[in-house]
Each structure stands twice: as structure tokens, then as C-alpha cells.
């Protein structure tokens, strides 16, 4: 039967993405030095809070945020562990989603999951 390892990790989410993608880096790192095959991270971990941290999508730095993501899917790649994390997705401008993203071990964008 083959096995699988799955981390658990959670850190204090912000609205600074740059923040929250460092606790993430650092985070899957320690996974992966645990041997863990795949980290999950919590609901919109990257983004942050829509209504808590984040009081208008007016202001929300789209392009940081895609940026975040191309950085997360280059770690496992490189680290060949797979991620599993919360964002947020932009539909249109009126249709903001909260996301769960699943990227491989290969460095692939396997699935999402648009809470409803």
C-alpha cells in the first residue's frame, strides 16, 4: 500500500500577500524536510480574508496575487511537493471566489475548487 504524507500548516493570514507567500515558502520547506508529500494550507491563506482583511476589491493587487501563485507552483516543482491553498479568484469584476488551489509535486495546477 503505498503511503501518503500530508502537513498541515497554518500562520496568521493577512491582506499582504507578500507576507502570507513567505509564511507559505517557509512552511512547505519544513514539510518538506519532514518528508511530507503534500502541505495544505488554510482557506484563502494567500489573498487573505475577503470582509476581514480585505474591505474592497477596488484596491486588491490582482497581478501580485498571480504572481504569488506562478511562485508557489515553481516551489513545488522545485521542492517536488504538492500544495495544496486558499486564494481568492476573480470570475469578472463582480464575481470574486474563494478558491482552493491543488498544485503537484510536478509543479502543475491540477484542480480548483470555487467555494459556492
Not at 20 to 30: D, F, I, P, V
Not at 35 to 61: M, N, P, Q
Not at 77 to 89: A, D, F, M, V, W
Request: glycine share 8%; aromatic share 8%; proline share 1%.
Amino acid at each position: 500500500m503505498t503511503r501518503l504524507r500530508i502537513a498541515t500548516a497554518q500562520f496568521p493570514v493577512s491582506a499582504d500577500i507578500g507576507r502570507n507567500l513567505k509564511y507559505m515558502r517557509e512552511l512547505t520547506g519544513q514539510a518538506k524536510d519532514l518528508r511530507g508529500d503534500v502541505v495544505h494550507f488554510s482557506e484563502t491563506c494567500l489573498g487573505g480574508y475577503a470582509g476581514t482583511e480585505i474591505k474592497s476589491w477596488d484596491t486588491y493587487d490582482w497581478r501580485l496575487l498571480e504572481s504569488a501563485e506562478r511562485s508557489l507552483v515553481q516551489l513545488s516543482k522545485e521542492l517536488r511537493i504538492g500544495i495544496i491553498y486558499g486564494t481568492n479568484r476573480r470570475v469578472s469584476a463582480d464575481d470574486i471566489r474563494n478558491s482552493l488551489v491543488y498544485v503537484s509535486a510536478r509543479g502543475k495546477r491540477v484542480a480548483h475548487y470555487d467555494k459556492r
